[in-house]
């Protein structure tokens, strides 16, 4: 079994760093009681080991009765065929209408379904970035009509991606990258309970460092540092699909083509999962490797104060890549 599933959290005490979000969903599962949920944060942070341990708390024995979870990226990247081998749905699919007409009447019939043994049944939308607009306008309604039955947890690390009227009836669960110092403790006790596996500290400080508060990404790269037995060569592990894009999206801008540039970023964000903040620092190191202009430095600083203020992603991204493109003139 790989360590990242050996080391899932099974229970909110589990979940390190999140300490504020795990209180919020505690509560909610003592009380027995829950609005919708916006669970909203990088990959690796807990997300869904924490949805996780709020179904566990609030089903017992019935979590799989009273849990429906729907990998939106999947199933709008797939389309039908998701929908075909997905032996939950494949009776309600019908061939002769439209993914949407199809997803929609799924969620209406698993969301009228009375929930077993419980007040209420849990509907999780995994990457609900990737939920088309006409989706999510009509979960907005669905999500009116069932809620006696029915909560719905969008779980997102693009929180501008779900559409305001969606967002403003969900209560909001923020999670946060993990700190490098938590990082490194969790590591350590892994290799505790591996039977004390030696790893060097530089090792471990590198490894926190390169998963840039992603646990899950940690624990992947020490049990690769473990199984092969080699020191981490950082760079091989930072040469990632979106850092290629990025140098490509440079290179657009270094040729003056505005237009690629803009798609290849945009790509990053809808195909790669990245939230706008997360593109931006993908071009920061690109810029870090291929040039040193104190224009451009100030144009990063500027975007990324727009995009933490909840300014629109895409505008703001594709502004940056102009402003830099006029600038390299």
Same mark, same amino acid.
């Given at each position: 079994m790989l360590w990242i599933e050996r080391y899932r959290p099974g229970t909110f005490d589990e979940i390190i760093g999140q300490e504020r979000a795990t209180a919020f969903l505690r509560s909610f599962a003592e009380r027995r009681s829950m609005p919708h949920l916006l669970v909203a944060g990088p990959s690796g942070s807990g997300r869904m080991s924490a949805v996780h341990c709020l179904g566990r708390s609030l089903y017992g024995e019935y979590v799989q009765e009273n849990t429906t979870i729907i990998a939106s990226g999947d199933l709008f990247g797939e389309g039908r065929a998701y929908l075909e081998?997905?032996?939950?749905?494949?009776?309600?699919?019908?061939?002769?209408?439209?993914?949407?007409?199809?997803?929609?009447?799924?969620?209406?019939?698993?969301?009228?379904?009375?929930?077993?043994?419980?007040?209420?049944?849990?509907?999780?939308f995994l990457e609900a970035d990737a939920l088309p607009v006409e989706m999510q306008q009509a979960l907005r309604r669905t999500m009116e009509r069932s809620s006696r039955t029915c909560r719905f947890v969008f779980v997102t690390a693009r929180q501008s991606a779900v559409l305001p009227p969606i967002a403003s009836r969900c209560f909001p669960v923020p999670f946060q990258p993990i700190p490098v110092d938590l990082v490194i403790a969790h590591l350590e006790r892994i290799l505790l309970d591996q039977g004390g596996i030696?790893?060097?500290?530089?090792?471990?400080?590198?490894? *926190? +460092?390169?998963?840039? $508060? %992603? @646990?899950?990404? #940690?624990?992947? /790269?020490? =049990?690769?540092?473990?199984?092969? &037995?080699?020191?981490?060569?950082?760079?091989?592990?930072?040469?990632?699909?979106?850092?290629?894009?990025?140098?490509?999206?440079? *290179? +657009?801008?270094?040729? $003056? %083509? @505005?237009?690629? #540039?803009?798609? /290849?970023? =945009?790509?990053?964000?809808?195909? &790669?999962?990245?939230?706008?903040?997360?593109?931006?620092?993908?071009?920061?190191?690109?810029?870090?490797?291929?040039?040193?202009?104190?224009?451009?430095?100030?144009?990063?600083?500027?975007?990324?104060?727009? /995009?933490?203020?909840?300014?629109?992603?895409?505008?703001?991204?594709?502004?940056?890549?102009?402003?830099?493109?006029?600038?390299?003139?």
């Open positions: 081998a997905d032996e939950r749905f494949s009776h309600l699919y019908r061939k002769d209408e439209s993914l949407l007409a199809n997803v929609k009447r799924i969620v209406r019939t698993y969301a009228a379904i009375r929930p077993f043994n419980a007040e209420f049944k849990l509907m999780v030696s790893v060097p500290e530089d090792d471990l400080a590198m490894i *926190a +460092a390169a998963s840039k $508060g %992603d @646990l899950r990404r #940690a624990i992947m /790269l020490l =049990e690769l540092t473990v199984r092969t &037995g080699t020191p981490l060569q950082i760079d091989a592990y930072e040469q990632t699909e979106a850092g290629a894009m990025a140098r490509e999206a440079m *290179a +657009a801008i270094d040729e $003056g %083509d @505005l237009t690629t #540039a803009q798609r /290849l970023v =945009e790509s990053m964000m809808i195909d &790669g999962g990245l939230s706008g903040r997360e593109a931006l620092l993908e071009l920061r190191k690109a810029v870090r490797r291929q040039r040193n202009d104190p224009r451009i430095a100030i144009a990063l600083a500027d975007t990324d104060a727009r /995009l933490a203020a909840g300014a629109g992603e895409f505008i703001q991204i594709g502004a940056f890549l102009a402003d830099i493109m006029e600038d390299c003139r």
